[in-house]
């Protein structure tokens, strides 16, 4: 987090003087903000309108586009400016603060224009006058970390409040000598060491890398009980080739070179992560290199920075507090499947970043009844009792969901006791850190990142964990502090990475919907049962009560608008024809009761445009606006009065007496009739309004229970983190309450339709009567997440740092036109087997199995199937004839067995059995288990943090590799994509354990998740600004100005967004772009899944059982096309790069030919 307004400082004290008195709401630091973006504008784009400015804050490259900044250091004033500017990088704040700017009086200002489309002429005020210097220095040094202060407590007692109480504690100094005290101090950061390499490239022979293999296999070889990772044995059958663009190919080569940001891909099962930690290893212990690694899971995490300890590397995982007690829980449900039945008998080295343990708890005095909660330890919140401070500057450390989420308007936290006064004196005081930080068990993986050679981390890890105030003043997160120190960062699996950044710059969620695919629904549920389960015992803290009473209200609303939509098809019509909110309907309201005064322009058009009308009735508008404006601010509480002149708050409360009573009054009551009335005095009896007096009331009342929606919501994602020990609110879904933090802003690009917050209703295609029922759903959009891999080796530039060379690593970064997987930037590498175990990969074999209803010609079919009757039914169906040997043969096998018996090596005789979930997973394993022939041979993979009664036939998610030392186990049962990456399924020898799969389920996205929009946007924007036609350069330069490219950049993005949102993911109805795209995606899950079975080079079978893989052929109707089939579609992707004749590039084709030929070769030989 950077501080985006110190610089003011004494420009403000000469301006503050002669200020005007009505210009209240435009300030003098908001002049000087404007005044730097006019004075960066006159040299990023001189000769450009002041209204072109904000252009140059949102990430996009106009500059470039239309002639003005390019080089290095011109490029780099504008990433420095908009650290200070992120509030005004939208075209409606910009023009907003110009014209305010332009209303003040002209001797204050630095520029002399008279409207946003003039070209500003600097001039030299009397004021300030060496403002001019000030925004140069601003935009040619790095901008400053913010700070924050938590001063560490003494020998004294202390105060600190958990949910319900006030708890005291006592430090004596002979604690604080024999824990430490004030003579060791905490470790800190160094923010100004420079990487040990300072940036220069890293290079590496393969020779070396084996030297350091074999290096490995010594060390382990020396430790007792440490299984050796044969690192040497399988860096030999892995081999290398570089990027010949001359050439058009990819050759071998001796020498492997990162530099700056370097792509390498693999063939599924190639080695990937054995060379990421040989290199790892290599470049920490030969070259001193720091690094950073980052994995996919927390489980993953732990696992290599042991496996770095045992190699004499000192390594420390990155691990947020806010998922500690779950990951804890996850592990000991992990261990409970061993022989320790106790938790208190579980052992494992990864406890030690996982502890829990306060010895504040300790401390607390006769109150201390149960002990302290994880998220209560009193960290940095320590108040002291003696001393009466004022709060100076910034106090608590902040949790990482806290950091740029504050309560919403209205809701604050009262201790149990507390009355509706005054805070007593000792809460004004300053917090304080716990002395006992420096050696409390629970930081001690935050103090020894501060000595760690290696940093292993997860994508959330890094984006939302900051620095402990404890440690360093700065706040920083740890992916910025990450890139400032590490000589490379490895990022695995980076197309999956990708995807997750899209989502924590974009949490969305089907807020309402049928089951199971309703949010609300299923948080409702689990608050129920788990208030019901403790006689509602956990109603005693105030911020469960607060949280619960928000729930209740969203259901509310919910359900009332909900009963408007499903009977109302005009309503329906105005808000589907985009997303909306508590906003953009009180704009549509203000647009529809005063059109003669407000336009239905689109976002950036210039708002208040002058026109011939009444003063009387622009003042009832205002008036309108204003009461509109703080009813949403809370929209069910009343306010007083803010003085004898407030004309505003009587109808404010107004709006919240209705919005309340809409709540809970029956339709019979005169409610609606009230609401009618406030309507029409409103708009002051308009004729026009009131000829469609019961259009505009339901319209308006649908805006006041929006709003009453939209702000509970806000309330019940704001406090989740704070309730979700108390209601085990651990297993629901809580994307909507992880906000990505601000300090990204001004680093990734804006969301390309503009930052946006709303929702969406999407009708369902059945209608009777007119009643037509839907999804709602909510999105966040904060920027274009995936845009943070690719400029992680720039992040430390802003304060003239070299950057980390960072490598991205996966086997299906490149995948054609996918939007989910696909890296944009050039492949520098590619990782094989060795030719002999490509070989055998080669020969790996394909199979359609279409199985059908019995005694019909109907195919079976999960994917696509209308209700979860039918698909349950088919499910069954499908395992009958698989698994159950046919009648009246004797001596018959089952399917499934034949498959076994077919396989070569006795050693892989197992089957992996794909479904859709875990639930359908349960189902089917409990299905077979009552076929004799298969009873006690199946093993059903569950989550890892399951609660089970039973373990014998279930595994977790985390233990799958185990499942290649069941003895018994000769199926394994589990969703699709709970398999497609992640823990090998190998033998001893590295040989994948499983010889064959059969996808019961075709993969296929849930509809309704709109985290597919997002990536289809993003995607959609980053191919128009890195793709090889540089179609963003080229429509920009369409337009008259950048202002104008902009808007009209947005409203296509707009376009394509609410295309997004609204197009059905049925295979027959996707155009054929998006069809293609989504042939990518499904092409990638399943190669990733295949994987899993051809590690250590042998060849694997796969056997489609689903109808929905290939339709037309299923229902004896012909060949399937890749417009009908999905695996007709897969091959004719990849043919178009197996085909010389076409027009792919020839280093494209020999890429693919590199990634993907075992997968081409076996859907062209299918059988």
Known sequence: MRDRSSWHGKLLVQLNDAWPNGANSFRPGDLLDVELGLYLLGTALPGHAAADTWTLFDGYPYSQAFGGADTPDELLRIRRARYYLTAMRRPREWIMGL???????????????????????????????????????????????????????????????????????????????????????????????????????????????????????????????????????????????????????????????????????????????????????????????????????????????????????????????????????????????????????????????????????????????????????????????????????????????????????????????????????????????????????????????????????????????????????????????????SDIVIVDEADRVQMLLDTAFAPSATLVGRSPNSWLDEVS???????????????????????????????????????????????????????????????????????????????????????????????????????????????????????????????????????????????????????RQVLSELVQNDEDVLAELDLHAVRFEFTLLLAALHHHLNIMTTLWPRVEAALNLHDTSNVLSRRPPPDYDPVIPESPMGNVLGFQFQGDDRVKDGVQSGELRFFRCNGVGRELLLTLPHLPEVDDRTGPNVLLMSATSWAGTSSRYHLHTPVTAVLRPREEEAEAILRTRFEKLPLYCPDTSQPLRLSGSPTPELRSAALKKMLHQLAVPPRGLPNAKSLLQQELDELDDPDRRRALLLVGSYSEAKEASEYLDGIPEWRGRVVRLVPDEADLDDTWMTLRRGDVSDFASSDQGHLLVAPLLAVERGHNIVLRGGKAAIGSVYFLARPHPRPDDIALAVQAINDWAVRQIRGVGYEF???????????????????????????????????????????????????????????????????????????????????????????????????????????????????????????????????????
């Open 525 to 675: 549920r689990h608050k129920v049962a788990e208030l019901a389960g403790q006689g509602r015992i956990q109603l005693s803290a105030r911020d469960v009560d607060d949280w619960t009473n928000a729930v209740d209200t969203v259901a509310s609303a919910t359900d009332r608008c909900y009963s408007l939509l499903v009977n109302d098809a005009d309503l329906r019509s105005w808000i589907t024809k985009d997303y909306f909110s508590a906003l953009t309907l009180h704009q549509w309201l203000m647009a529809n009761w005063f059109p003669d005064l407000l336009g239905t322009e689109q976002e950036g058009v210039q708002e208040g445009t002058e026109v011939e009308a009444a003063t009387e009735r622009r003042t009832a508008m205002e008036h309108v606006e204003a009461a509109l404006d703080r009813f949403r601010d809370a929209p069910l509480q009343t306010e007083e009065p803010t003085g004898p002149d407030d004309q505003v708050t009587a109808d404010r409360n107004r709006l919240s007496q209705l919005a309340l009573e809409l709540l809970h009054a029956l339709h019979g009551s005169e409610t609606r009739q009230r609401l």
């Open 99 to 485: 014209r305010a700017y332009i209303a003040l009086p002209v001797e204050l200002r630095g520029y002399e224009l008279d409207s946003p489309e003039d070209t500003p002429q600097r001039r030299s005020p009397s004021r300030a006058a060496k403002r001019f210097d000030v925004y140069e220095h601003v935009l040619t040094t790095p901008p400053p970390f913010a700070r924050r202060r938590l001063p560490v407590a003494e020998a004294d007692e202390y105060r600190f409040k958990t949910k319900d109480r006030t708890h005291s504690v006592k430090f004596d100094e002979a604690l604080l000598k024999a824990a430490g005290g004030h003579s060791v101090p905490v470790p800190a950061h160094d923010f100004e060491a420079p990487p040990t390499l300072r940036g220069s490239p890293i290079s590496v022979r393969w020779d070396q890398l084996r030297a350091a293999a074999r290096e490995m296999d010594a060390r382990e070889q020396a430790l007792p009980g440490v299984s050796g990772g044969r690192w040497a044995e399988r860096l030999e059958r892995v081999e290398l080739r570089v990027r010949d663009e001359p050439r058009g190919q990819f050759r071998g080569t001796n020498t492997f070179t990162i530099q700056g940001l370097a792509h390498l891909v693999g063939m599924v099962g190639a080695g990937k992560s054995t060379l990421r930690d040989i290199l790892t290893f290599w470049a920490a212990t030969k070259r001193g290199a720091r690094m950073t690694v980052v994995v996919s899971d927390v489980a993953e995490t732990l696992d290599v920075v042991n496996r770095f300890a045992h190699l004499g590397v000192r390594a420390a995982p990155v691990l947020g507090h806010s998922t500690r007690e779950r990951n804890a829980a996850r592990l000991h449900h992990r261990l409970a499947n061993g022989e320790a039945t106790s938790p208190l008998e579980h052992t494992d080295e990864a406890f030690r970043f996982l502890s829990s343990a306060c010895p504040v708890d300790a401390l607390r005095g006769t109150e201390s009844h149960r002990p302290l909660r994880l998220a209560d330890a009193p960290c940095g919140t320590l108040l002291p009792v003696a001393r009466h401070e004022e709060r100076g500057q910034e106090g608590a450390e902040e949790s990482d969901e806290s950091v740029g989420a504050r309560l919403p308007a209205g809701l604050h936290e009262l201790d149990s006791n507390e009355a509706a006064a005054p805070p007593p004196p000792e809460e004004k005081s300053t917090p304080h850190a716990c002395p006992l930080w420096g050696s409390c068990p629970r930081n001690i993986g935050a103090r020894e990142l501060t000595e760690a050679q290696v940093w292993v981390s997860t994508p959330a890890g890094l984006v939302h964990s900051g620095v402990p105030a404890q440690m360093n003043e700065e706040r920083i997160r740890y992916l910025e502090l990450a890139a400032r120190r």
């Open 1033 to 1167: 350069r080229r429509t920009a330069q369409a337009a008259p100005t950048p202002h104008e490219a902009g808007l009209a950049f947005r409203s296509r993005a707009r376009r394509q967004w609410n295309r997004y949102l609204t197009r059905r993911l049925a295979w027959s109805s996707l155009p054929e772009d998006e069809k293609t795209a989504f042939t990518w995606d499904q092409l990638v899950v399943i190669w990733q899944v295949i994987g899993r079975l051809v590690r250590g080079g042998v060849p694997a079978r796969a056997v489609f059982v689903d109808a929905a893989f290939f339709p037309q052929e299923a229902a004896h109707r012909g060949e399937d096309t890749p417009r009908t089939g999905l695996l007709a579609g897969m091959h004719a992707v990849l043919g178009h790069y197996f085909n010389e004749t076409s027009d792919a590039a020839a280093i494209d084709r020999s890429l693919v030919e590199a990634l993907y030929e075992p997968l081409f070769t076996a859907l062209s030989e299918i059988d």
